[in-house]
């Protein structure tokens, strides 16, 4: 898959030291996956949702929340937001 943009992980990194493993992990696997649909999503990130036409994985035991667009078809995952656990529950990102 392809990910853009590796430019808004790279950001939040930078006020979210704690979250650099997490989201290298997230990256590298994201990186090197081929997936078709959910189903084999779910088979790299086991506690991914989907809401709406959104993916959401935890990042970070939980700390930390990805929202991105995954588009299987071209092979792309576009990061939408990168939220604090806090900042999810609040739902300004839907």
Not at 76 to 85: D, Q, R, S
Request: net charge positive; charged share 30%.
């Amino acid at each position: 898959m392809r990910v853009i943009s590796r430019r808004r992980i790279n950001e939040f990194c930078e006020q979210h030291a704690d979250a650099l493993p997490g989201l290298h992990n997230w990256y590298k696997t994201v990186r090197r996956a081929t997936w078709r649909n959910f189903a084999e999503l779910r088979q790299d990130f086991n506690s991914a949702d989907v809401v709406g036409r959104r993916t959401v994985f935890n990042i970070h035991k939980n700390v930390y929340r990805l929202i991105a667009r995954v588009n299987y078809q071209k092979q792309i995952v576009f990061v939408l937001f990168i939220l604090t656990h806090n900042e999810y529950k609040k739902g300004k990102w839907k």
